[in-house]
């Protein structure tokens, strides 16, 4: 029964992460058409991917961030870590129990982007906010997101993941996954770009959308069904 609850959630919310997942696409295209610091952002990123296929694969760092990510999630929770394991390919924790939040968290919250975001306070903070800085700190951000978006995508695509189906199912792991991502790039572009980034706005956008959608399919299948019965 749970479980179906959790599917019936996600069924019911997944226009939500079509919908923001747009209002994403065209705030990011906004952006990268106004903002040099976005360039970095990108340069950042491709940087990775550059690396990733001609130098190193980063598997172990990310194997790493993956298993660290579960542990902390659970020690948040107040449970148990009874064991961590970090190899080249794969790894593993044990805990004494665990929720759907901390199985899922690895694929949420990129650890290594987190960090940096922590560090560049504290540098922000100490006057190390010139231009150069900021564009530096942009590039490096967008390294680090695209590590964390394609590790994500390729776990999820390449192996049998038992994550998935220990927090609820398929269909539930994989709209958190997606949800979650969104939200954290929303609230992300919205520190660095409060001036262009409403988040109030983009929550009511999506809000008014998800209504009008299901609205939608409620008349149109109550119309069929009525069309059904009269003949």
């Known amino acids: 029964m749970k479980k179906l609850l959790k599917i019936l959630i996600s069924v019911l919310l997944l226009p939500a992460v079509f919908y923001g997942f747009k209002e994403l696409a065209f705030l990011g295209w906004n952006i990268i058409l106004n903002f040099k610091t976005a360039l970095f952002f990108l340069g950042g990123g491709a940087l990775y991917l550059l690396m990733h296929f001609y130098v190193y694969n980063f598997s172990r760092p990310y194997v790493a961030a993956h298993e660290i990510t579960h542990a902390l999630a659970a020690l948040f929770f107040g449970y148990k870590v009874k064991c961590v394991k970090i190899n080249k390919d794969s790894g ?22 987190l960090i940096f975001a922590a560090a560049v306070a504290i540098l922000l903070y100490n006057g190390y906010n010139t231009e150069l800085y900021k564009n530096i700190y942009a590039a490096v951000f967008g390294f680090l997101f695209v590590f964390h978006v394609f590790h994500t995508i390729k776990t999820l695509t390449e192996t049998k993941q038992p994550d998935l189906k220990m927090a609820g199912g398929t269909i539930f792991s994989l709209f958190c996954i997606l949800f979650f991502n969104l939200l954290f790039a929303v609230i992300f572009l919205a520190v660095i770009f409060p001036e262009r980034v409403s988040l109030l706005k983009m929550f009511w956008d999506v809000f008014y959308s998800v209504v009008a959608f299901w609205q939608k399919v409620i008349n149109y299948s109550v119309a069929h069904v009525i069309e059904f019965f009269k003949l």
């Open 92 to 113: 593993s924790v044990k805990l004494d129990e665990y929720n759907a939040a901390v199985v899922l968290a690895p694929y949420v919250l990129p650890l290594y982007f």
